[in-house]
């Protein structure tokens, strides 16, 4: 079983910048990617960014040259630094770990203001 952690969400003007972490933690998990993906009611979870083990990352085309995904192996933690948020980016961000199978996060909001 591994459990999921995540924190870092606000409240942010447009234009500025959060951190989001995403913690790990179980009996001998072995990762082979984690990342982040967001919802806002009525629509389907989309990808906002992942990263392997071995360090490859793949973002969504709306985050691209905004966000940057980041990893520490040695914790099991996953950062998503977002700069020049967006009205549009305001969701509830979830953590999402793979390891023979996926583990989510509870969740945590985004809320960007004008």
């Known amino acids: 079983q591994v459990q999921v952690v995540e924190s870092g969400g606000g409240l942010v003007q447009a234009g500025g910048s959060l951190r989001l972490s995403c913690a790990a933690s179980?009996?001998?998990?072995?990762?082979?990617?984690m990342g982040w993906y967001r919802q806002t009611p009525g629509k389907q979870r989309e990808l906002v960014a992942t990263?392997?083990?071995?360090?490859?990352?793949n973002y969504g085309d709306s985050v691209k040259g905004r966000f940057t995904i980041s990893e520490d192996l040695a914790k099991n933690t996953v950062y998503l630094q977002m700069n020049s948020l967006k009205l549009d980016d305001t969701a509830v961000y979830y953590c999402?770990?793979?390891?023979?199978?996926?583990?989510w996060g509870p969740g945590t909001q985004v809320t960007v203001s004008s």
């Open positions: 990263i392997t083990s071995g360090g490859f990352t």
């Open positions: 999402n770990v793979w390891t023979v199978r996926a583990y």
């Open positions: 179980g009996n001998r998990v072995a990762i082979n990617s």
